[in-house]
């Protein structure tokens, strides 16, 4: 049970009884306001969120916030949460103790808790971080399971004359970033609710207070431009900023990680607005609010009261000689000389930046198609690109490091192995350049420590293939009731696996085909997962992963493995290869000799770019089937998709052999290593057959069985032998124009003519024996059990310049009768 110390209670905070039922927004005047501050008054509000323990930014940190308090006689700093844990080495190699002295030094007055708060277990958080702390630890949404209040909702502080309320709410995807086992007996209500209901157990507190701030350790999903609403996908965000209570007079937010600073529309008072806010992480900006006491009784922001500091801009020489600058600076002075002799080892050298995945916000492609952060980077330890949705050379390496260690240490087993690495684990970047006297491309315990800093230790277990598919799908995020969420979490995988997906496709029905180690999965077959034991407890949302048998601790923590591998490996380089693939059939492409129908398959290729500093900017990515052609297309920004993307047309696919099954090699240009197979099944023609101009003389090619197939006219179906320049009326056009400038092998084809049916669906009729869908499950729609992975159902995108509507709609048709699905058994194939 949680007691509050006394200290807290001297501040006025209540602990309440309970959850209580949504509170309605109001435009109430608080029933316990204060009459102390009278009109005209100001407070400014500082806040920040998610500084993990930056303690190298520390300095420029510590200098804007007192020099924005110094022009503000009433003024409260306010955090909304994960003020440690995964942290900078300088805090973390001490337990994130000294980011809580500077914190202390600094007079935080409040903070929410976020779910980093949590890293170490609940007793951690209320035996040790909570008494180290001179501000309360607030989470107004967080309950044990009778009810009761796990942590102070609220608690009121002063800002100078000014009397604030702050009441603290952490994300309820808390239960998916921690050990289940730290949060064991917990519940993660709705954070709206929490504070909702919150402000009513203040006013029948009877407790005075002037202005109410709700400081959410929960944010928007993008970042906005000065003054302006942020981007966002996430609707607890858009449920914070219509339905917090309208006697909160500023939203503060966090975990996110995003910036924004705007004035949102109050609820239910036409007119009024009040400001909400996010600074980012690691102490890179101070959000600043500064309300005003009008003639009315409310409090409101002033003209420009709305705005982000960056911390960059701090003049330290001026800030030197202020008492809480100078207590601050010396708490990092002593940590950080504390940490350097230990952290100054080397552990290993790398031959380029290996980085995370760096979005268009802050990175960019240079002259050299080289892609380059878009400011210098002044502080190595605190930056860092960060886009959890894309896979990057950061995490590949660490997934090559955790396969690594196992079968160096014996290990592995007879399994093939697989590492798997979370993108949230990935707390920092490796720089090539020398932060300090190591010497360029030395990496130090303390980088390799930053890197990967909680500490957990390296598990293995057993899974199926089938498992590992679900795994692969539980990338797309799903909330504590199952329901999925607008979050991806791009895990990487080692090098030894490749896949395929479909991003447009519903949960759970993404993943289109995986190779381990070459060949296609087997899904009744054994696989091994090397990964942080935090993920085999359920961490991220990894049930699948959870459900793992002959689970095993290695004893080391993944920190000193990757030490170990970076050992081992002089010399790294970064990988920019990208082990999944997505794919659409924007056109399954059609033949029809009587109606005369002659339409190109067209493929969408996306997410082949690697985002980490230094990788090359792709160009065209090239599809080679073989004796069939090579086919190859521009690859670049699509302003419709909102994404890079290369819309491939299969030109001259008419003379594939009906039934073939052909191995797509699917590459990047320039090659930075991408290399995906997939396999994918010719058409069936609608009416008249394969064109004459294909022959009748030649076998079908490796992947069929051999056997030639019947295109229902007595034929067989050869690559053409003579190059006939056909209609190209059904073609599609690329993003940037149609490079259909490859020779393919046939010499005597119709060069636009085609009619496949992609492998997500098939317009002919059923097979005799029906058509049955199968789930990743290895279950089928009319419950025969089966080893197949269901891939049956193309993407809905439009096709580039074509008009595929009927297409679709006979596709869709044909869906809901259920017939005609294709299904991966051990390879896609017809079934």
């Not at 995003?258 to 008072?269: I, R």
């Not at 909102?642 to 047309?649: E, F, H, I, L, N």
């Not at 809901?816 to 390879?827: H, Q, Y």
Request: glycine share 12%.
């Amino acid at each position: 049970m949680f007691v509050p110390p006394v200290r807290r209670l001297a501040r006025g905070a209540s602990v309440g009884l309970g959850a209580a039922a949504l509170v309605v927004a109001t435009a109430m005047v608080p029933l316990g306001a204060a009459a102390a501050a009278e009109a005209g008054d100001e407070v400014n509000l500082l806040t920040f969120n998610d500084f993990h323990g930056a303690l190298g930014a520390g300095d420029a940190f510590a200098c804007t916030i007192t020099t924005a308090q110094e022009q503000h006689p009433n003024s409260a700093l306010l955090s909304a949460g994960d003020n440690v844990g995964g942290s900078a080495f300088a805090s973390a190699v001490a337990d994130d103790e000294p980011t809580i002295d500077f914190l202390n030094a600094l007079g935080v007055d409040a903070s929410a808790v976020g779910n980093h708060e949590f890293d170490k277990g609940q007793d951690d958080l209320a035996d040790r971080i909570s008494p180290r702390t001179d501000f309360p630890d607030l989470a107004a949404n967080v309950y044990h399971a009778d009810g009761r209040h796990a942590l102070e909702p609220y608690a009121i502080v002063e800002a100078g004359d000014v009397k604030v309320a702050v009441i603290g709410a952490v994300t309820t995807k808390t239960v998916g970033k921690v050990s289940p086992s730290a949060i064991e007996g917990l519940t993660f209500g709705n954070p709206v609710e929490g504070v909702n209901n919150a402000i009513d157990e203040l006013n029948e507190s009877g407790e005075e207070y002037d202005v109410i701030v709700a400081s959410y350790h929960e944010g928007a999903s993008g970042n906005g431009e000065p003054g302006s609403a942020p981007s966002n996908s996430d609707p607890i965000f858009d449920e914070i900023v219509a339905e917090t209570s309208s006697e909160v007079d500023a939203i503060f937010n966090g975990d996110s990680h995003q910036t924004y600073a705007f004035d949102a529309p109050m609820p239910g008072q036409d007119g009024e607005v009040r400001p909400v806010v996010q600074t980012g992480s690691s102490g890179a900006n101070i959000g600043s609010v500064t309300l005003a006491l009008g003639d009315d009784g409310d409090w409101d922001v002033i003209e420009g009261g709305t705005e982000l500091l960056p911390t960059e801009n701090a003049d330290l020489g001026a800030c030197a000689g202020n008492a809480t600058y100078d207590a601050a600076s010396r708490v990092i002075a002593d940590a950080i000389a504390e940490a350097e002799v230990l952290g100054a080892e080397q552990v290993g050298t790398i031959s380029d930046d290996i980085t995370t995945s760096w979005d268009s916000s802050v990175a960019e492609y240079d002259e050299n198609g080289i892609r380059q952060s878009r400011a210098p980077v002044t502080d190595q330890a605190t930056t860092k690109g960060d886009d959890r949705s894309r896979h990057s050379a950061a995490g590949s390496t660490l997934a090559d490091s955790m396969t690594w260690y196992l079968e160096d240490a014996g290990l592995d087993g007879e399994n093939e192995v697989i590492g798997w690495m979370n993108p949230g684990g990935i707390r920092a970047e490796l720089w090539d350049e020398a932060a300090g006297a190591e010497g360029d491309g030395v990496v130090t315990y303390a980088e390799a420590n930053s890197m990967v800093p909680f500490g957990n230790t390296l598990n293995s277990g057993e899974v199926t293939g089938a498992q590992f598919a679900q795994m692969l799908e539980e990338q797309w995020q799903r909330d504590d009731k199952g329901d999925p969420t607008s979050e991806f979490l791009a895990f990487s995988v080692s090098d030894n696996v490749e896949y395929v997906l479909d991003s447009t496709r519903e949960l759970d029905d993404h993943i289109v085909d995986i190779r381990v180690g070459g060949e296609p999965i087997d899904l009744d077959a054994t696989y091994t997962i090397v990964a942080a034991s935090f993920l085999f407890e359920g961490g991220d949302n990894m049930w699948a992963l959870s459900e793992a048998q002959n689970v095993s601790d290695s004893g080391v923590l993944d920190r000193d493995a990757f030490i170990q591998y970076l050992g081992a490996h002089e010399g790294l380089a970064p990988d920019y290869s990208q082990q999944q693939l997505d794919l659409q059939i924007l056109d399954g492409g059609e033949y029809d000799s009587e109606a005369g129908v002659d339409t190109d398959p067209v493929l969408r290729l996306a997410a082949l770019e690697s985002l980490s500093l230094g990788a090359p900017e792709i160009t065209s990515v090239s599809v080679d089937a073989g004796e069939y052609g090579t086919f190859e297309a521009p690859y670049g920004y699509l302003e419709d998709a909102g994404r890079y993307v290369g819309d491939v047309t299969l030109t001259d696919w008419l003379c594939v052999p009906e039934g073939t099954v052909v191995p797509l090699t699917i590459t990047a240009v320039p090659d930075e290593g991408t290399a995906i197979t997939y396999e994918l099944p010719s058409f069936t023609w609608t009416a008249g057959g394969a064109p004459e101009t294909c022959g009748d003389d030649t076998t079908p090619p490796p992947g069929d069985g051999g056997d030639d197939s019947d295109d229902g006219d007595g034929t067989t179906t050869p690559p053409s032998d003579e190059d006939d320049e056909g209609d190209e009326g059904g073609d599609t056009t690329p993003p940037a124009d149609d490079t259909d400038d490859t020779t393919p092998p046939a010499d005597d084809a119709d060069d636009a003519s085609d009619g496949t049916t992609p492998p997500a669906d098939d317009t002919t009729a059923p097979p005799a024996t029906g058509g049955s869908h199968t789930d990743a499950t290895g279950t089928d729609s009319a419950g025969t059990d089966s080893a197949d992975v269901r891939a049956d159902g193309p993407s809905n995108l439009a096709r580039t310049g074509a008009d595929v509507a009927p297409y679709v709609l006979a596709i869709g048709i044909i869906a809901l009768a259920g017939v005609g699905a294709l299904v991966l058994r051990r390879r896609l194939s017809r079934r």
